[in-house]
Nanobody
Framework: QVKLVESGGGLVQPGGSLRLSCAASGLTVNAYNMKWYRQPPEKERELVAMLTTSATTTYASSVKGRFTISRDNAKNTVYLQMDSLKPDDTAAYYC?????????WGQGTQVIVSS
């Protein structure tokens, strides 16, 4: 059984930084394409960043240059480093992986960017 557990969210001022973590169990993060999504209040969930098995990264245009996705194979954890945060980055952030024909999601972690 695959489980993803996000952490690291919180309240941060505009211009600040946060690092989100996604601890995985039941699979090896470097063997799957790992993704971070976010869902702002009353909006659709959107893909923020993806890290492929070959270590290729892709980002939504709204976060490119500010967010960085990475992984630590020894800890079996995927990270999302978020810098220069803006109020529009306020959302619930979710880690996800497509595993055996289905999307597996974590419980999410809330990020609030506000002064």
């Amino acid at each position: 059984q695959v489980k993803l557990v996000e952490s690291g969210g919180g309240l941060v001022q505009p211009g600040g930084s946060l690092r989100l973590s996604c601890a995985a169990s039941g699979l090896t993060v470097n063997a799957y394409n790992m993704k971070w999504y976010r869902q702002p209040p009353e909006k659709e969930r959107e893909l923020v960043a993806m890290l492929t098995t070959s270590a290729t990264t892709t980002y939504a245009s709204s976060v490119k240059g500010r967010f960085t996705i990475s992984r630590d194979n020894a800890k079996n954890t995927v990270y999302l480093q978020m810098d220069s945060l803006k109020p529009d980055d306020t959302a619930a952030y979710y880690c996800s992986v497509f595993w055996r024909g289905t999307n597996v999601w974590g419980q999410g972690t809330q990020v609030i960017v506000s002064s």
